[in-house]
Structures are given as structure tokens and as C-alpha cells.
């Protein structure tokens, strides 16, 4: 029960910075449960993660990439899509050059998908504006 509780609050976190629609948000809460089932994260890394902390750890970058491959971040193949990415940067900055220079900076494809998923979340977090990173951490 406490993993739905915290499935739901992870899926408003994002659906409310990203100005996701009901609908959709819907879809993507039931991936991030199935995330949570698969993996086995825990309780206090996924709230880390609402907050913005990163942390080195191999459940994070397990969620992640589940969440990569389930939402369309990675190909059958674990290449990063930046169409992908720079679809969802667009639903939080309509600024077509910011999105680009995040995309430019992020979409990089790493060693591992692990690493791909981790270092890429990592880098457009903080490269959201403050005012986005506040909203994320109130909701």
C-alpha cells in the first residue's frame, strides 16, 4: 500500500512540473508502479529522487532505465531518444533554444544504459529552471 501512496505522489511530482494531462498521467503512474514492483526500489531512494538528490546507487539506476524503456527514453537497442527527451523538456519549457542547449548538454549516450539513465536525469534535473525544481519538490 505505502509503494501506491508513493507511486501516486512520484507521478504527480512529474506530472504537475511537466504539465502533463490527466490521461497520460494515468499511463505513466501505472509504469512508474510497474517500476517500483520490478525493481524494488526503496521508499527513502525514491524520495530522494522527488527532491532532486541523484544518489550513486544501483536500484536508482535500475528504476531509471525501467522508466527509460516503459515511457520511450530508450530504444530496443538502450539508445537514449532524444526526440523523447526533448519532447518532455518542451512540456516544461516552451523555449525551443533552452530545450536544445539541454538536450546538446544531456542526451549523451554513457557506457551502460544505467549509467545513460542516471547521468541523463541527473543532468536535465539541474538543468531545470528553479522555479520547476521548487514545484517538483512542494508537490
Known sequence: MLLLVLSAIFCTTLSTALDIP?????DMMKEVTG?????????????????GVFEDNPKVKEFLVCLYK?????????ELQTDFIKQKMQMVSGESKIVDEIVKKC????????????ECSKCVY??????????????
Not at 490527466?22 to 494515468?26: H, L, Q
Not at 542526451?107 to 542516471?118: C, D, G, L, N, R
Request: charge should be negative.
Open 22 to 26: 490527466d490521461g497520460m498521467a494515468t
Open 35 to 51: 517500476c517500483i514492483d520490478k525493481t524494488k526500489i526503496d521508499f527513502e531512494l525514491l524520495l530522494k529522487l522527488k527532491e
Open 70 to 78: 516503459n515511457l520511450g527514453g530508450f530504444n530496443g537497442n538502450n
Open 107 to 118: 542526451v549523451i549516450q554513457k557506457k551502460t544504459p544505467e549509467e545513460t539513465a542516471f
Open 126 to 139: 539541474n538543468a531545470l529552471p528553479e522555479e520547476e525544481k521548487k514545484s517538483m519538490k512542494e508537490t
